[in-house]
């Protein structure tokens, strides 16, 4: 049973420019206040994994702290709860990158929700530590959301890479 289409194409390098814009794009769709709405994916957490995943030696967890650091004090969290989670989630994808590059995005996508899963837990139990309530189950509701927008998210930031390196006009791609 095939899964997915591999394409044969070879993806241009990846801008560096690129990368972080996409990552400043999450941190603004993560201050959108939808914190009330369960299901609602932590933007920030996806688009870290997928470029630490896709490009570990451009983005690691320095910028998963730095990362963190923002969600926190733009959200108003306890301090650290998003910088010691991300943090976390960009050692594990770091980690896990030669092996996760391997399966298609649909399997890649199994590999990461644990990821989002344990991120998540740390959120939950530094903000125990901090003196909050359990936030309940629905609470992790958004790393299986997270996931299923996995592979929208992985075409969606290779999308610039496809681009053909020689133009051609009588060429309609």
């Not at 591999?6 to 690129?18: E, G, K």
């Not at 594990?92 to 030669?98: I, K, N, V, W, Y």
């Not at 927008?149 to 610039?160: A, G, N």
């Amino acid at each position: 049973m095939q899964l997915t289409n591999r394409s044969n194409r070879i993806l241009l390098p990846v801008r560096v420019w690129f990368v972080y814009l996409s990552l400043v794009i999450a941190l603004g769709l993560d201050y959108i206040p939808t914190s009330r709405i369960p299901g609602i994916p932590d933007w920030v957490a996806l688009v870290l994994a997928f470029w630490c995943i896709r490009e570990p030696r451009v983005i690691g967890m320095g910028a998963g702290f730095v990362l963190g650091v923002l969600i926190d004090i733009g959200q108003g969290a306890a301090m650290g709860q998003h910088a010691l989670a991300y943090v976390v989630l960009a050692w594990f994808a770091g980690e896990l990158s030669r092996r996760i590059m391997w399966f298609p995005a649909l399997l890649q996508a199994l590999h990461v929700l644990p990821m989002l899963l344990i991120a998540q837990a740390l959120m939950v139990a530094v903000r125990m530590v901090a003196g909050n309530e359990f936030p309940g189950w629905w609470y992790f509701i958004s790393s299986f959301t997270g996931v299923l927008l996995w592979w929208p998210l992985t075409y969606l930031l290779l999308l610039p890479q496809f681009q053909p390196v020689e133009r051609d006009e009588n060429r309609p791609i």
